[in-house]
């Protein structure tokens, strides 16, 4: 897919110029995306096809949610909260990488899989839905390579250039890999496949509605705005409650 590198690598480089804080996230998918297709290159998942359509997909969701922000300042929920979150100068560069994880994970992972698992479910074999699940999974070990690349590329620099003490950018590694990600990544499975249980029509689209609520309560959490405090001020028992740990 050198057409999705390529166009993000496009909005980076605008947004570099611009002085657009957006571009924390993008520049981070981006490293992830290029890690993941070069794992299907690789043929490291039991179906390439189908993680294939999945990045493509999943891509799909955030350039929409972009789209749609930039056009009419609508769209889910959670975006428009952390699209809006981007032009605050109190935000962190963690915040804002972790604001576009949360939106982009729990809330457009769960509907690409709900888009790509609902048409084939009910007849895949045990055997192939966990293969599915098992892809799923592989991600978050691609995922945990790209960490380190992320954060030497992307928020160390961006905190310098934001005056931000290294502190800010210091606990990327643990939050990310060990607990964000992949808590979120397995809540996001479960939900999906909950979703996928629903029928067709309104309470599909309530389940979906449901789904972009839950991201934007975490956004909340994340940049500051619930009970008036940060994220990293919350005791942990609140933290592992929200699945934030």
């Given at each position: 897919?050198?057409?999705?590198?390529?166009?993000?690598?496009?909005?980076?480089?605008?947004?570099?110029?611009?002085?657009?804080?957006?571009?924390?996230?993008?520049?981070?998918?981006?490293?992830?995306?290029?890690?993941?297709?070069?794992?299907?290159?690789?043929?490291?998942?039991?179906?390439?096809?189908?993680?294939?359509?999945?990045?493509?997909?999943?891509?799909?969701?955030?350039?929409?949610?972009?789209?749609?922000?930039?056009?009419?300042?609508?769209?889910?929920?959670?975006?428009?909260?952390?699209?809006?979150?981007?032009?605050?100068?109190?935000?962190?560069?963690?915040?804002?990488?972790?604001?576009?994880?949360?939106?982009?994970?729990?809330?457009?992972?769960?509907?690409?899989?709900?888009?790509?698992?609902?048409?084939?479910?009910?007849?895949?074999?045990?055997?192939?839905?966990?293969?599915?699940?098992?892809?799923?999974?592989?991600?978050?070990?691609?995922?945990?390579?790209?960490?380190?690349?992320?954060?030497?590329?992307?928020?160390?620099?961006?905190?310098?250039?934001?005056?931000?003490?290294?502190?800010?950018?210091?606990?990327?590694?643990?939050?990310?890999?060990?607990?964000?990600?992949?808590?979120?990544?397995?809540?996001?499975?479960q939900l999906a496949i909950q979703l996928i249980?629903?029928?067709?029509?309104?309470?599909?689209?309530?389940?979906?509605?449901?789904?972009?609520?839950?991201?934007?309560?975490?956004?909340?959490?994340?940049?500051?705005?619930?009970?008036?405090?940060?994220?990293?001020?919350?005791?942990?028992?609140?933290?592992?409650?929200?699945?934030?740990?």
């Open positions: 897919m050198p057409a999705l590198i390529e166009h993000m690598a496009s909005r980076i480089s605008q947004w570099e110029r611009e002085g657009d804080r957006r571009t924390i996230f993008l520049a981070c998918y981006q490293r992830m995306t290029e890690h993941m297709l070069a794992s299907v290159a690789r043929n490291e998942f039991h179906d390439s096809v189908w993680v294939e359509r999945l990045i493509g997909d999943f891509a799909d969701y955030y350039f929409v949610a972009l789209s749609r922000w930039e056009e009419e300042r609508a769209g889910p929920a959670v975006w428009q909260h952390t699209f809006s979150g981007a032009m605050r100068p109190d935000v962190t560069v963690v915040q804002h990488l972790l604001l576009g994880i949360n939106a982009h994970i729990n809330y457009d992972l769960v509907l690409v899989l709900d888009d790509l698992l609902r048409p084939e479910w009910s007849n895949l074999s045990d055997r192939e839905r966990s293969e599915r699940c098992a892809d799923y999974d592989a991600v978050n070990r691609v995922i945990a390579q790209t960490i380190d690349r992320v954060q030497d590329e992307v928020v160390a620099p961006y905190a310098r250039a934001m005056r931000m003490l290294d502190v800010v950018c210091g606990p990327l590694d643990e939050w990310c890999t060990a607990h964000l990600i992949r808590n979120w990544r397995s809540d996001v499975w249980a629903v029928a067709d029509g309104k309470e599909r689209a309530d389940s979906r509605q449901r789904v972009d609520q839950l991201a934007l309560a975490r956004a909340r959490l994340l940049s500051g705005d619930a009970l008036g405090a940060r994220v990293f001020g919350y005791p942990l028992r609140w933290l592992n409650r929200l699945r934030l740990l």
